[in-house]
């Protein structure tokens, strides 16, 4: 037992065993932790060379805690892959995920506002459709969400955009500016 388990162990006393039990066990490494976890020091080398194997053929490209945010045609298009094989856990079965699959996806269009984001079921909860709006903002800062729109197909935000839109706003990646609510766009064009 280490000294930090110790100490909280020390400091739970009053408990009964049990409930001292699972707290160090809280601190035991374990295979789902393992498994889910991007350690920069055993994951670095296959992000870096995913980085570089990519970089020519995208606009913009950036690696992030094991994933890899590209844009390509002219900052239109914006994707998500894996930089490594991991396994991940959903519903109580383990799921091979290879490298290189691609798990979300972000377009705008010409007149610089979001048309959609998606970001696969098993990723979603990951913080990754934050970090793809924060890359998309770095790649084309003037680009802005029409959120609120009723009857508009094409700029309607589902229930997870929604808050996705929300969350970026409280933290800041996301101006007061770039979120326009309840405005239909005069002319938008189709690429």
Do not use: W
Request: hydrophobic content about 35%.
């Amino acid at each position: 037992m280490t000294k930090a388990q110790r100490l909280i162990t020390d400091f739970f006393k009053s408990k009964n065993q049990k409930s001292q039990k699972l707290i160090t066990d809280f601190f035991k490494s374990s295979p789902e932790k393992k498994m889910n976890h991007y350690s920069a020091v055993r994951d670095y080398a296959k992000s870096y060379r995913y980085f570089k194997k990519f970089k020519s053929t995208s606009d913009a490209i950036r690696t992030y805690c094991g994933y890899c945010y590209r844009a390509t045609g002219d900052f239109y298009e914006y994707n998500v892959y894996t930089t490594f094989d991991k396994f991940m856990i959903h519903h109580g079965k383990k799921i091979f995920i290879p490298a290189e699959t691609h798990i979300a996806t972000a377009s705008i269009d010409s007149d610089s506002a979001l048309t959609h984001v998606s970001v696969d079921l098993l990723f979603q909860k990951q913080g990754i459709g934050t970090q793809l709006i924060r890359f998309i903002n770095k790649c084309a800062p003037q680009f802005h969400v029409y959120a609120g729109i009723e009857h508009n197909s094409r700029y309607r935000l589902t229930q997870e955009g929604a808050a996705l839109i929300q969350s970026c706003q409280r933290k800041s990646i996301l101006d007061e500016e770039q979120v326009i609510l309840n405005m239909v766009p005069t002319s938008p064009s189709i690429r």
